[in-house]
């Protein structure tokens, strides 16, 4: 029979696999094989970017204790009605996650319609639904039933299409982010910071990437997130870590993505 603290700790390495799991974030939306260098950030940062269809496929692993491995699948494409429709899938014997939103790009601005979200597995089921009502200035809320309202303020995001955006703004040449991001009946900061760069070689490849931090506001929040954007090709994500203050850790890495047909194989 197992102990409490076995359970317990089986427990807590589900809870911190699941959100590991859905913050598998900031994942692929634009891949266009580019050798240009990126120019001076000031110069960048007034420049038009575009969105390209995409589907990636990632990998997370749990580095202590019980090893635990998931995987993932992030995509974009364009409606016919001129929307982009923004989906993640996650799977685990842990956690089974859906994500989708289906936003407008207008001025280099991701501007979110409706956003979904559902969670199974060992954990506890949830769904979630925002609608962003623009001409009533109001997110119509949905949580597991219990419908709100929120004020829709200017530039406010979805918790999907703030990773879109992050991306899209580190291709214009931005090094400090932060986003007002729709949750509950408000909304709440997240802030990203340029730290560095470092080159990846993976399959043969070698992936010149800038390091961004997640700047928490919390003080006492020990936790440290990094993320490896791809520079050349236009800063897809490759690879995530996150170190909780007892010393685990956790990571996402890149593993295939598939462009107008075509695949590639990093097998980080």
Known sequence: MRSRTDRCFETVT???MSAILGSLLLGAAVLQFVSAPIQAADANASKSVELVPI???????YKKGVPI??????????LENGLWDYTFHVESWVVDIKENTKLR??????KPQLYEYERSGWVAGRERSYKFDYESGK???NRDGDKLEAPLTEGL????GYQLQLRMDLARGLTDMSYDVAHRSGSRKMAFAVIGEETITANGFNIPSVIVERIREDDDDDRVTK????KNLNYVLVKMEQKEPDGEEYEIL???????????????
């Open 14 to 16: 589900r809870r911190r």
């Open 55 to 61: 589907t990636a496929k990632y990998t997370a692993s």
């Open 69 to 78: 491995k998931g995987s993932a699948v992030r995509s974009l494409e364009r």
């Open 105 to 110: 790009w207008v001025d280099n601005q991701v």
């Open 139 to 141: 997110v119509l809320v």
């Open 157 to 160: 995001l979805d918790k999907l």
């Open 227 to 230: 993320l490896w954007f791809a």
């Open 254 to 268: 890149l593993s295939e993505a598939v462009v107008d047909g075509k695949t590639i194989k990093l097998d980080l």
